[in-house]
Structure formats: C-alpha cells, structure tokens
C-alpha cells in the first residue's frame, strides 16, 4: 500500500487479485416515499495465503464472498442471503479492467454508466439497475485511505455516491419493482486492519442537497477510536477530507440482539469537520449473521441522518468487530 | 402359608399347575431341552438379524451423512470422471448448489488397512453438507493448506491421532504426511473418515483433473425423478445419478443373500427345534394316553383337550421364545464387538455398529419361537385328543394310535414339491424357491420316514442272540414310533451333511481355482488395502530388470459402474489374449475369438455376467476410458475373489485406450536357481519397502483360503446349532421311549433278563435306528447339497462350484451319529430303570 498510486477509470472498477482483499459493496434506500426497505449487496474478494502451488484446478487461489439482506421495518429483521465460493471453472470471480464479480448465478457487473446486480434464492431475489449520476468520489488521500497509525494499513478506496436505483425484488413470491438511490463503494487492500483494530464504525450518507458523506472510525479492544477519517463532497463538487481528529462517532443508544447477545450502539452523534448529524436507524434489528460465508457476525443497516431533528439524508451504518474481533 | 401356597392350595393356580408345573415334574429334562432348543433356534436368528440389521443401519446412515442435504449423488467408477461435468452440473438451472468430490480408500502407513477420504468443497458443503463443516470457522481456511485433514472422531480415536499429528498414508508407493488439522463435530459422521479440500485431495491423492463424486442439491420445486433421468441421460457411460436413499440401499443389496442364507440357517434351526418339540410331545402324549382317556371319560371334551395339549407347547415357545430374545440380544452385542458388523464375511469391514434393536423384528422371531412349539405339540395334541378313550385306557395302545399317521402320499408330494420347485429361477435376485424346495424335501423325508421305516424293518432278519432278537422284534412291532426316532435322525443327519458337502465342494473349487489363479511364484503390489497406491512405469520397469526375476506381468486393477444400484465392477486389466485366455481364467465354457471386424474381448466373470445379463458372444458398451467403446464377451471365468464381479481384458488395449501406464499387481517367475527369499530381498532393493507387499504363491493361497473360513464361520457356528439341537430331538425321543416302556423293561425283568441284556437290547435298537436314519439322512443330505451347491449358492452368489463329496468325514460322522446314538439308547434305558422298575408292570392294573 502506496500514498500517490493515481486511481485510474474504469480500469480501477475492476478486481485487483494481487491484494489479499478487496469489496464492491452497495447499499441503499428503495421506496422511500412509501414503504422505505434498505439493501445491501455485497461481493468480497479474498485470496488466501496458499503455501504451495496447486496444480488442481479447484485450488483456492480467490475465494469469493457475497452477502445480500433486505431491511424492512415491517419484519423487524434483515431478509438475507449469502455465497462462498472458490474462483475457477467460470463458476465463480471476478473481472479486471472493469467491475464484474460473480458467484454462480449472483452477479454485479459494470456497463457503461451503470451498474447491475442480480441475486436469487428461496427466499430473496434482487434485480436492481444502478445509473451513476456523479463521478467517483476518492477517499484520503487521492483513493488512499489509511486505517491506522501505521501508513501500511490502509486501502485503496473510491465511492460512488447518489446512484438511481430501479428494479425489482421478490420476497417469497412475485417481483414486486422498487425504485430508490444508492451508494457504492469498492475497497482493496492487502493489510486492512492494525493489530489493535478489533473492528470499526462507517456511515455513508447520501444527502438531500446532492452532497454526500463518508465517516469511519477504528475501534480496539477497549471500544476508543484509534483512527478515523471521512470526507464530505458538497453538492457542487467541492470535497473536504477529514482528518482522524475531525471525526467522531458518540453512541446514543445500543440494542442488544436476543439471538447472539451482542449490544450494538445503533444510534450515533457522528461530527465530521464542523457538521453534527444524528444517525438513526430505520430499525434496530439491521443484524447480519454471515458466520456461513464470513465466518462474522456485523451490523449493516439502513439510517436517517437528522439534523435538529429532520432528516437530511439517508444512507447506511456498518458496526464491525462488536461479536468478536472481525478476522480477515 | 405364603399368599402363593394358598393361591395353589385354593386351585386357583389349578391352569398354571395343569399347564407348566405337571408336565415339567413329570419329565423336568425334556421340558427343558424342549425350551432349550426353541430358545436356541430364536436366539440364533435374533442374534444373526440384529447384527446385520445394525450393520446396515450403520452403513445408511453413512451414505446419508455424507450426502447430507444433497437430494441426488452423481458417482463414477474409482478412476472418476473429468472435472468439467462439476462445471456442467453446476450451470443448470434446477442445480441449486452442487460439491465436487473425491471419495478414495487411501491405504494407511504402517498399518494393514486404510481410511476412507473425502476430498470436497467446503465452500459448498455450507449448502450441501453443514453437518460435515468443522465447527470452528478458522478449520475451513486451514482446510486450504495442501496438506491438511480433518478426521472424524471415529477416526481419531481408532488412529490415536489428535490435532497437530500427522497422519501417514501410500499414494503410488510414496508415503505421504498429512497434517491433522482438527477433528468433525461430535455425531457429524459416525464412522471412520478424513475431510480434504478438493483441492488438496486431486493433488495429494494423485487425480488432477479427475472427480469421482457430485453431490447435488435442487432447487426447490424440482421434479426430483424427473430430473434424475433428464440428467441420467448427459451423464457419461459408467457415471450414474442417485438419491442418497439409492446409496444407502446399495449395502443391504450386496448382503442381502448373504443375510437370507443366515437368516436361513437360523431358522433351520428354529425348525429343528420345532421338530423336537413334536417328537418329544408325541412320544410324552403317547405315555399320558391314559390320563387323557380317564379324563375324557371324567367329561373333559376334546376340544378343551386338544387346547389343553397345544396350550402346552405354547407354554414352551413361550419360555424358549422369550429366553431365546434374551440369549440373541446378547449374543448380538458379543457378535458386534467381537467379530464385528460383518460377520466376519468382509462386507462391512471398516463400519462400526453399535447394537440397533428392533423391537417388531424382536417380536417376530418370539413369535416364530411360539408357532414353531405350538405347530409341534398341534399334531399330537389333535390325535391324542381324537381317540376313542375306551381302547387308548389299555395297554399297548401307543402303536394303535400312530397308525393314524398317513402320511406317505403326503410326504412324496412334498418331495416331488421340492425338486421340481428346485428349478425354478431366482426370485428377486433371492434363492427363495431353492430354499422352500429344501424345506419341502426334508418335511417330505420326515413323513415318509414311517413307512419308509416299517418296510426297511419288515425285511431285518431276527437274529439269534436274545437281547438283539428282542431288539429287532420291538421295532418291527412298533415301526412308527421308531419312525419318529428315525425321522429326527435323518432332519439333522441330512441337514449336516448337506452343508458338509457343500462347504467341502466350495473349499475344493476354492483351491483348484487359486491354483488356477496363482501360476507364478512371486506376488508384488502396492499396498493391500486402499485405491491410491500403484506402480509407475518406472518402477515397472525396475522390477522387470530385477536380476533373478525371469518374467514379470502386470495387472491394472480399475473399477466401473455399470448400475447405480450395484457396487462398481472390478476392471482387470492383464495378460490376457484372446488365444492363449485359457491358460490365465478359469473359464466355465468355451472361449469366444472375435473376427477381426468385432469388436475386442472381454472376459467377465460369473458374478458379473448374472448381474449384467451377459453371455459369450455378447456386445456390451464399457465406459473404460473417456469414450465408452463397444466389446465383445469372449468368454465367462469363475471368479470367486470379487464378489461384486469382474471383468478381465488385455492390458495393451487398455493402456492404448485409456493412456493409464499404472499397474497393481504384478505376477513374477524367476529364473531358475533363484530363491524366493533372494528374489524377494532384491525387488525390496529397487522399491520403496513401506509401500509394497510380497506374497509367495504359498502365502496368497494361505491368506485367501483363511478369509474363505473367516466368511464361513459364522455359517459353521449356525450349522452346529442346529446339528446340535437335531441330536437333542434324538435324545429326548430316545429317554421319552425308554421311559414309556418301564412296564415293558419290567417284564423282561420278571421273565429273567438281566439290566445288562436289557442295556444291550436298548443298544441295538439305538443303533438300528441311527443306522437307518444315517442311511436316509446322508441320502436325502445329498440331495440338499445339490440344491444348496447348484440352486442356492449360485442365485445367492453367482458362482458356480464342482461337487466335492467329502466321503472319510462323512463316514466318520456315520460312526458318531449312530455311537451317540447307541450311548444316548443306553443311557436313557439306565435312567428308565433306575426305579423300580418290577413295581412298573402293575401300573396297568
């Protein structure tokens, strides 16, 4: 991991095998007017430190992962969905050059100005375009994101905000079509987390006015921040990066899930640079059990941002390493 | 007084009394014998059904274990199919999730055995297998290192190996070390296994590029059967779909004759007992004619009567019964953790049962244990109850009321029955019909036995010396209570000696054929157990080159699957030569040469040419190779080491066909002046020592003829059960005959014969009656052995054998029969007499 490696597009959209991790991780609100449902789609990338050099073609060189989950406040609970599988035999992988990741029928691919994913199962399918209606928006420095003192652990990063959603998602039965915004954002490291990093807190907020925002904090064992970062991108383009001591996420409130006896704090005071917003969630169970894929157990859910008590966006709440310390 | 003793003083316990008590005062040691042989004949076949029953339990719950939620099981022969059916599975709309696999017997280092290893995705084995997934996460990551393993906790423990050991096995003749990552849920798998990634396992175990197993699990809404053949139909030849029920099924088919034939032998003796029963309950109803003729007279009906009488035998099934589902269950569980699963037959060798009980099959054979005493004591008991009682209150009447027993025409019916249901064909792949014929002969033989009996004694000269003459006279004057001596001797005489012959002609064609099968003087080859180890051409070549060795030829042993219901067939690949096939198998016809245009030979062996319908001449598609290609049936050996079948072809061709270079076995000649010893020292030299064995001819003959007896002990163990319980029926007939002529011996007494004479006379009649029942047994024994060698044993295992009569142990069973027989005769006669025997006579007035 390098400061001043220049993000290049498309090319960059596309997978980096070379790095031991890497997402391409969307999330968003559907239906907002009416009945609002969040969702998430994600497809990881790992690639295993192998000590020899299998000949066999089912050899784990890449191990793909992909999680889907559907918030509706009227279950209580995500509806969720979720793969592993080892590249090869075009079964499962993911494209360079551009973004394309697939784990047998699930897939999110590039084309052109948008975006496409697919995901099926008994219980939650998913067909939702996603149009890009502003340019990428880097993290730290250029796309250089750093999670830790140490200058090694960081990530390349990009994200694409204010995405325009249409599509259609089936619950038990017929597809019913949903039309919302969502956010996108693709990470790829190869030391992501510092030795004291147990797991970390991140908002990206899709705002009202056009703008957007990012905010993330790491946490260790005793539940401090050690690192933060986040940027804000102003609806006319303009971009303020923060630095760690800029942002801060104070927990308002925590929900303890009955079924893992885990407390998250679901609701947060996050001040970035000079802004205050309360982060709300759209339901306090938003908990996502991958132990099947991941082998984790994290906290993924829509919120609202509210500032003075109305909402200025919406967006998602990712709270990692509160089950256990997040292994990658 | 006891409430027990006023219960019995009231006569409220007058029907127990009546029922239990008085006969068993009466005759405590024939009541006894009688329970004894019912409980035996239950024991026995609740012992041989539970073990078997327990073992393919065990075996089901195997394959359903590994197939986890998988709806179908996609399976090839050991040498696999190509990866890329795993990718073609896997793209089809219905397949919800599919796990590619590698399933091997990987022979274990220093250790005469081997593991069973399963090489699959974990990945996919969350949606196919969860069960099978480590619990801890971290174990499937380690899971990626090329050397890693997981062992069930049945393998740990039977290895004594735990996490962090390495566990050390023979791929080719290399040893290789696996690492012990972590052990399987507890109850995940019960039995042994070895967990590998795909990956690793295609590496390690030498199969890049090849798969032997899919397991499939649907979408739901799929038409299972319908899918199943859609999909049967773009699997390769010798690659078939089935549902894991399918999988579990395949061990009850391989064992089920084998099950039937000791289900068969129990029952055997169930019906020996039954016949004990019926004799000792004859001769017992015949002494108490009296009593029953008093209480006629007192009003007692018949058909109370007859109730009472049959209610007696009942009363005995009952006990033996119960007391035989004790005795078996214990039995089993001894069985299972002695001997082990299989019975020691070999089929189940690496499965660990526990004890599974059955209580509606416990039940059965109870019931079985009461219908056989009640059908036993059901004759007598009708006949006792039918007489007039004015003429059965004298004297001399027990020869009277026999002579109701018609039952010649009965008896060559039955007979005639039997053969003719002898040619009837296998039903259900089962020898049911060989098995009623032999039951139908041997009731036959026992009905006709009265007459048969009175004749042969018609024709006996009276001799000169008192006690023999008075012997002589006795059985001519009661030709039909001798019958029935004479009939329980022929039951276990011919049932002996039926499986005397057959098991002698057996071991005989067992011998001629390894004779046959063995013509070198060397045996090598890698590792006896498992399906990894073989010999490269290199090493090929090195034990061909070895000095001393004069000739060497090698044996590719392969298998195929040729019906997903069956166990794959076994491919040998050797020597064989349309021209010369005669020399190498021992063929049971003449050999087929195809022309030029046909296509190339084949040899199959008995077993498989029943399974697939082959005759010589035949055509048959193999799936040998990538591309199935058409052979022509040259001819049918006798082969009695594969029990699943085999088929033999020439090794050229099949390394021309397959590009497989790797070899088995290989048979050596050695020059001459070479020792075996030398010889064997020098091929050690050349090759990994751990990873092959050496056989002399000698030692293979040794081990083979061994695992011959170790399959049939079980079968010898039920077959001297029975002959046992058979020498009882002769027994009880014998002491309940002397014990009815007390008043007869005190006669004698009174007209001046000494107990000696009276012991003697009692001798000769023993032996007359052994002599003929040994007579019509190792007849009508004969005839059985013809069944058993020519109907039975080739439906039940497809192989044929050449009658062997084993005439000195035959001849010496004669002489044992008829010596007990003679001892039991004067024995009984002693203990007859050791009243008084004088005072007898009056108990006629």
Not at chain 1, 93 to 119: N, P, V
Request: charged share 20%; hydrophobic share 50%.
């Amino acid at each position: 991991m390098v400061p001043g490696y220049r993000l290049r597009f498309p090319h960059d959209e596309g997978s980096h095998p070379d790095f031991r991790l890497e997402w391409w991780y969307v999330t968003g609100w559907l239906n907002e007017a009416s009945k609002p449902l969040g969702f998430q789609i994600t497809f990881f990338r790992a690639r295993p430190e192998l000590n020899h050099d299998n000949p066999s073609a089912f050899t784990p060189r890449q191990i793909m992962i992909a999680h889907a989950a559907l918030s509706d406040p009227f279950r209580g609970r995500l509806i969720h969905a979720q793969r592993a599988a080892r590249q090869g035999f075009g079964l499962a992988g993911a494209d360079r050059g551009r973004t394309g990741a697939w784990i047998y029928d699930w897939r999110l691919e590039q084309a052109g100005d948008s975006y496409h994913a697919r995901i099926t199962g008994r219980q939650l399918s998913m067909e939702l375009g996603f149009a890009v209606t502003q340019p990428p928006l880097n993290q730290g420095q250029e796309g250089y994101s750093r999670k830790g003192p140490a200058p090694e652990h960081a990530s390349y990063y990009y994200s694409l905000p204010h995405l325009k959603v249409s599509g259609t998602i089936a619950r038990d039965g017929a597809p019913k079509a949903v039309t919302g915004s969502a956010w996108l954002d693709h990470e790829w490291s190869s030391s992501y987390m510092a030795e004291q990093a147990v797991g970390w807190d991140w908002i990206g907020i899709n705002l009202a006015d056009g703008g957007a925002l990012m905010a993330f904090r790491m946490r260790d064992q005793q539940g401090g921040s050690f690192w933060a970062g986040g940027a804000l991108r102003h609806p006319d383009g303009r971009l303020k990066v923060f630095l760690p001591d800029e942002v801060r996420f104070v927990p308002r409130r925590e929900w303890r899930s009955a079924r893992t006896g885990t407390t998250y704090p679901v609701s947060f005071l996050v001040r970035a640079g000079d802004r205050e917003f309360a982060i709300e969630p759209l339901f306090d169970d938003q908990e996502h059990d991958t132990r099947a894929s991941t082998g984790t157990i994290y906290w993924e859910g829509a919120v609202r941002a509210l500032r003075d008590g109305k909402a200025v966006g919406l967006g998602y709440l990712e709270l990692t390493g509160y089950w256990r310390r997040v292994e990658l | 007084m006891t409430a027990f003793a006023r219960a019995f003083a009231t006569g409220r316990w007058l029907p127990l009394y009546a029922l239990v008590v008085g006969p068993f005062r009466e005759n405590p040691g024939r009541t006894v014998l009688a329970i004894a042989a019912i409980a035996l004949g239950v024991a026995l076949g609740v012992a041989v059904h539970l073990v078997n029953s327990s073992a393919l339990n065990e075996f089901e719950l195997a394959a359903r274990h590994l197939a986890g939620e998988a709806d179908l099981v996609v399976r090839g022969p050991r040498a696999g199919f190509d990866e890329a059916l795993y990718a073609r599975l896997s793209r089809l709309p219905q397949v919800e999730a599919a796990n590619p696999a590698l399933e091997l017997d990987v022979p274990l280092a220093g250790r005469q055995d081997s593991l069973k290893i399963i090489g699959f995705d974990p990945l996919r084995a969350a949606q196919v297998q969860p069960a099978l997934l480590p619990e801890r996460r971290g174990l499937v990551s380690d899971l990626f290192d090329a050397d890693a393993i997981l062992l069930s906790p049945a393998a740990t423990e039977w290895l004594g190996l735990k996490p962090g050991d390495e566990l050390r096995i023979h791929v080719g003749t290399r040893t290789l070390a696996l690492n012990v990552a972590g052990v399987l849920p507890q109850g995940a798998y019960r039995q042994r296994i070895g967990v590998m990634d795909i990956a690793s396992a295609q590496w390690r175990l030498e199969r890049l590029g090849r798969l032997n197993r899919i397991d499939l699990r649907l979408n739901s809404g799929t038409d299972l059967e319908a899918f199943r053949r859609a999909l049967q139909a773009m699997l390769p030849l010798g690659v078939h779909a089935a549902t894991p029920e399918t999988e579990g099924e395949r061990g009850a088919n391989l064992t089920r004759a084998y099950r039937l034939n000791l289900d068969m032998l129990a029952l055997i003796a169930l019906f020996t007992g039954a016949f004990l029963v019926f004799s000792s309950q004859v001769l017992a109803l015949l002494r108490r004619r009296t009593q029953f003729a008093l209480l006629r007279t007192i009003g007692v009906t018949r058909g109370a009567l007859a109730a009472q009488l049959v209610a007696e035998g009942a009363v005995i099934g009952v006990a033996g019964g119960a007391l035989g589902v004790l005795l078996g269950y214990a039995l089993a569980y001894y069985a299972l953790s002695l001997v082990g699963a299989d019975l020691g037959a070999g089929y189940f060798r690496s499965i660990a049962a526990s004890l599974h009980a059955e209580p509606q099959a416990l039940a059965l054979f109870f019931a079985l244990g009461v219908l056989y005493a009640v059908l036993g004591a059901a004759a007598p008991a009708w006949e006792a109850a039918r007489r007039a009682p004015a003429p059965a209150l004298r004297a001399g009447d027990e020869e009277e009321g026999l002579r109701n027993l018609r039952t010649l025409s009965w008896g060559i019916a039955a007979i005639a029955a039997g053969l003719l249901l002898a040619l009837a064909p296998a039903i259900n792949d089962l020898p049911i019909a060989g098995y009623v014929s032999i039951a139908l002969i041997l009731l036959g033989a026992v009905l006709v036995m009265p007459r048969l009996a009175e004749a042969c004694l018609d024709r006996l000269p009276l001799p000169s010396r008192a006690p023999a003459a008075i012997a002589i006279a006795q059985l001519k004057a009661t030709p039909r209570q001798a019958a029935i001596s004479v009939a329980a001797i022929v039951i276990s005489v011919s049932l002996m000696v039926s499986m005397l012959i057959m098991v002698s002609s057996f071991r005989t064609s067992l011998e001629a054929w390894l004779e046959r099968m063995l013509p070198a003087d060397l045996y090598l080859r890698a590792a006896r157990f498992g399906e990894t180890a073989f010999l490269t051409p290199e090493e090929q070549a090195r034990i061909a080159a070895t000095p001393g060795v004069e000739r060497a030829e090698f044996i590719r042993s392969q298998n195929l699957l040729l019906a997903p219901e069956r166990p794959p067939v076994t491919l040998l690949a050797g020597p064989v030569e349309a021209g010369t096939v005669e020399k190498l198998l021992p063929l049971t016809g003449p050999s087929y040469v195809p022309r030029a245009n046909e296509p190339p030979p084949v040899w199959v062996s008995e077993v498989a040419a029943d399974f697939y319908r082959l005759r010589t001449g035949d055509r048959v598609r193999l799936p040998i190779g990538d591309t199935p290609l058409l052979y022509t049936v040259a001819g049918i050996w006798r082969d009695y080491a594969r029990q699943n079948g085999a088929i033999a072809m020439n090794r050229g061709l099949y390394v021309q066909i397959t590009g497989d270079r790797l070899v088995n076995d290989t048979a050596l000649w050695l020059a001459k002046g070479t020792s075996l010893a030398d010889a064997q020292r020098a091929l050690r030299g050349r090759l990994p020592e751990a990873a092959i064995e050496i056989a002399t001819t000698r030692e293979v003959r040794e081990i083979s003829l061994k695992i011959f007896d170790r399959t049939f002990a079980i079968t010898y163990a039920l077959e001297i059960a029975a002959v046992l319980i058979g020498l009882f029926g002769v027994s009880v007939s014998f002491s309940a005959q002397a014990l009815a002529r007390r008043r007869e011996f005190g006669v004698l007494r009174h007209i001046g014969m000494t107990r000696l004479e009276i012991g003697a006379m009692l001798g000769c009649e023993g032996a007359l009656l052994a002599a003929l029942g040994t007579a019509f047994g190792l007849a009508v024994g004969w005839v059985v052995s013809l069944i058993l060698i020519h109907v039975v044993n080739r439906q039940s295992f497809h192989w044929s054998m050449e009658m062997q009569i084993p005439w000195l142990p035959l001849a010496g069973l004669a002489a044992i029969i008829v010596a007990a027989a003679v001892a039991t005769a004067v024995c009984s006669g002693r203990a007859a007499m050791r009243e008084d025997v004088i005072r007898a006579v009056r108990e006629d007035w």
